[in-house]
């Protein structure tokens, strides 16, 4: 205390104490991003009345969030969720998400059981980085926050429409307002009309503020059930409900709506009359009622209209028959629902199908066609077609109508297919027809059979239908019909010197190989049962090899494990080493399947090799003066693979002075040896050696020529003289005597 600040003293200290608990301080960083745990300094501070912090409080506070979305959790990351924190040392660090952008929000902390309570600053949440365009379609609303909602409505296809709007959001459908300006957009999911017609979209589009402004005008020419999906440079794409396009007005146009059926027909015999109704992008034209279709014909004809819906290809049927003969035409009338001319939009002036069926009628007489009735076929190799691959061929007249023969006739089924071809007359096949051989009674006109086929077709093969038994003069009937390869049972291995031919397998006799020397494998094909390559057979695999043996001294043969396949047939280098002389197959397996033994191999063993482990000089390592001992020459290869059929000539025995040699007449058999003798006439330490000459010595490499032309092996002999040879006499009888003088003494 001072009085006009004179005096001034320093009173004693004074501590001041925290008061008890009155409020607390929450303090949220700001702004934060949606989606994304809350960043920065995020507290809640126990504080006194005069906001001095209070160490001391263990609290327990309830949270309350002022914000949508707002989720309180306790631990880092964001993880556990929670509406209450526990103070340590008067103070606790809040963990916040919420997905959904807003502004100007708090949070709330109340003690648990009090009424102490502390509001935290107005923080923001901002959208995260575009992921997502997102598409709004009509019948839909876009909601910031929370994306679309509402039942998408119909379209027609070939009609134009307006997509609601296109929104830049994040991964939470929140807006992101800094996506702004022109844009150029790519558009996919709905498919081209089966004209081939592409859908039309707006692809120049002006966004403010995260939402597009350009009229999205949009034309879809597919009828289908289909989503959009838009991106900008590939990105940020987001697929569309659901929106179902239904097919356009029915066209009359010729190339559109069809009336078909046979050309000719016989007195007074119905022929089925098929109606197809498509739109102008010639999508079929479903569920046209059938009193909405009349079939119309020229004068005495029966006709029987359709009693039945166009099914889901457009297509429903009605009956013609006539009684008299000569060209008759079949025409459609279409009622009460729009017909249009191939432009989609102007009504047709006559309200009938351009398409009429031109139909010859003529009497009932002897067939003069067989006709294959079924459409092309495609089986997979070596399988029955089965129930609904059937194969149909019926006898005709010359006016395509069904006509029964005039006597007993045959008609045998032929393919070009250089496979394994037979027919069978159940859809299990399992009774075959002889010689392809289908017989027809005068009550009969039409039969059918079932396929197999072991030979998968380039494109197609062609059917024929000849008759070779029966009265009547009848040309001949074709039909083409696919067979595709059947699942893969078998990783063919194509060896040096053989050629791959698809549906056919190997030929060629395989080249010999030679131990420790690389080689490529021409090439693994994956295959069904019968050879043909199934195409789907791709990418990289990781085979097991099994089959050739380690070699005698126990090196493994070297495979090329990892391989690249394309259309089923390999494209890696399959470089290979074999170790062990001997003839064998090789298999090829993925994952334990497919494995198919190759043709025979043989592998020749390597070039002689000089090392003192692998070829060898033995015999005994006594011996007596001028006598023989036999010499064993052991030819081995790098690897221990006995050198047979080394001619003697090859090989000569070479030894310390005074030795006669008798040098090998043999060449070496199946254990790579051959044996010569050698003797000497003085004693002491010898030693035998054996050249190679003509052919390649090699060191232990096996490839680097040996530099003298000898086997390191040598035979160490010690010579000495033979033992005198004495003489012993047996005397048998006589006198014993007894008696005598010793001598020498």
Request: contains cysteine; aromatic residues 6%.
């Amino acid at each position: 205390m001072t009085e006009g600040e004179l005096y001034g003293n320093v009173s004693s200290s004074v501590t001041v104490g925290v008061g008890s608990l009155y409020k607390y301080a929450v303090v949220v960083a700001t702004p934060q991003i949606a989606g994304i745990c809350f960043t920065g300094t995020n507290t809640i501070t126990a504080q006194d009345h005069w906001s001095n912090p209070i160490t001391s409080d263990a609290s327990i506070v309830d949270m309350t969030p002022n914000g949508t979305g707002i989720i309180f959790y306790s631990s880092p990351g964001c993880s556990g969720e929670t509406m209450q924190y526990l103070l340590s040392s008067g103070q606790a660090t809040m963990y916040i998400k919420t997905n959904v952008k807003q502004s100007g929000k708090t949070v709330m902390a109340t003690r648990y059981g009090g009424s102490e309570t502390g509001t935290s600053n107005n923080f923001t949440v901002n959208p995260g980085s575009v992921t997502k365009l997102v598409v709004t379609l009509p019948g839909q609303t876009f909601a910031d926050g929370s994306g679309n909602s509402g039942g998408v409505t119909n379209q027609t296809a070939g009609n134009s429409f307006n997509i609601v709007s296109l929104s830049a959001t994040d991964d939470y459908f929140n807006v992101n307002t800094s996506y702004s300006e022109t844009k150029t957009l790519a558009y996919s999911g709905p498919a081209n009309a089966p004209d081939t017609t592409p859908s039309s979209y707006t692809t120049s589009v002006n966004f403010t503020s995260g939402q597009s402004t350009t009229t999205l005008v949009t034309i879809l020419y597919k009828a289908e059930a289909t989503t959009i999906t838009v991106t900008e440079g590939g990105l940020y794409g987001n697929v569309s409900s659901s929106v179902t396009v239904d097919p356009g007005n029915v066209s009359a146009d010729t190339n559109d709506s069809t009336v078909t059926g046979p050309s000719g027909a016989s007195l007074n015999t119905d022929i089925t009359v098929t109606i197809t109704l498509k739109d102008t992008w010639r999508n079929p034209k479903s569920s046209v009622a059938a009193a909405n279709m009349t079939i119309g014909a020229t004068a005495t004809a029966t006709i029987t209209q359709p009693t039945n819906a166009t099914d889901a290809n457009g297509q429903t049927t009605g009956l013609v028959k006539w009684s008299d003969t000569g060209m008759k035409t079949v025409n459609v009338t279409i009622s009460t629902i729009t017909l249009v001319q191939n432009d989609g939009i102007t009504p047709d002036a006559d309200g009938k199908l351009d398409n009429t069926l031109a139909v010859t009628v003529s009497s009932a007489g002897a067939p003069t066609k067989v006709v294959f009735t079924n459409a092309n076929r495609t089986i997979t190799a070596g399988s029955c077609s089965g129930a609904s691959l059937s194969f149909t061929i019926q006898l005709q007249d010359a006016g395509s109508s069904p006509t029964n023969p005039t006597g007993s006739t045959t008609i045998q089924i032929t393919t070009g297919s250089t496979g394994t071809f037979k027919i069978y007359s159940d859809d299990i096949c399992s009774t075959e027809l002889t010689s392809g051989n289908i017989n027809f009674t005068t009550a009969e006109n039409t039969k059918t059979f079932y396929m197999t086929d072991t030979k998968k077709s380039a494109t197609t093969w062609t059917a024929t239908a000849h008759k070779t038994v029966g009265p009547d003069t009848i040309t001949d009937g074709t039909q083409t019909y696919t067979v595709n390869a059947g699942s893969v049972t078998r990783l063919v291995i194509t060896l040096l010197n053989q050629t791959f031919t698809d549906g056919t397998g190997n030929s060629g006799s395989v080249a010999n190989q030679t131990a420790g020397s690389s080689f490529n494998i021409t090439k693994i094909s994956a295959t069904d049962n019968y050879f043909n390559i199934n195409t789907s057979y791709g990418g990289s695999k990781t085979l097991t090899y099994t089959g050739p043996a380690n070699a005698p001294d126990t090196t493994p043969p070297s495979y090329t494990t990892s391989v690249d396949f394309t259309n089923g047939q390999s494209t890696t280098t399959l470089v290979t080493i074999l170790y062990k002389a001997e003839a064998t197959t090789v298999t090829v397996t993925d994952t334990g399947n497919y494995g198919y033994a190759s043709s025979l191999v043989t592998v020749d063993p390597g070039n002689v090799s000089a090392d003192t482990n692998d070829s060898t000089v033995t015999g005994s390592s006594t011996a007596y003066t001028n006598n023989n001992i036999t010499i064993t020459i052991t030819l081995k290869d790098t690897w221990r693979n006995p050198k047979s059929s080394v001619a003697a000539g090859n090989m000569t025995i070479g030894a310390t002075a005074t030795a006669t040699i008798t040098q090998p007449t043999n060449a070496t058999d199946a254990n790579g040896q051959t044996t010569g003798l050698v003797k000497w006439s003085d004693t002491g330490v010898k030693t035998v050696n054996v050249t190679i000459s003509t052919i390649t010595l090699v060191q232990n490499d096996g490839i680097t020529p040996d530099a003298d032309g000898k086997l390191d092996n040598t035979l160490g002999v010690t010579v000495s003289e033979a033992p005198v040879q004495t003489t012993q006499s047996e005397i048998k009888g006589g006198v014993q005597i007894r008696g005598g003088v010793k001598l020498g003494q």
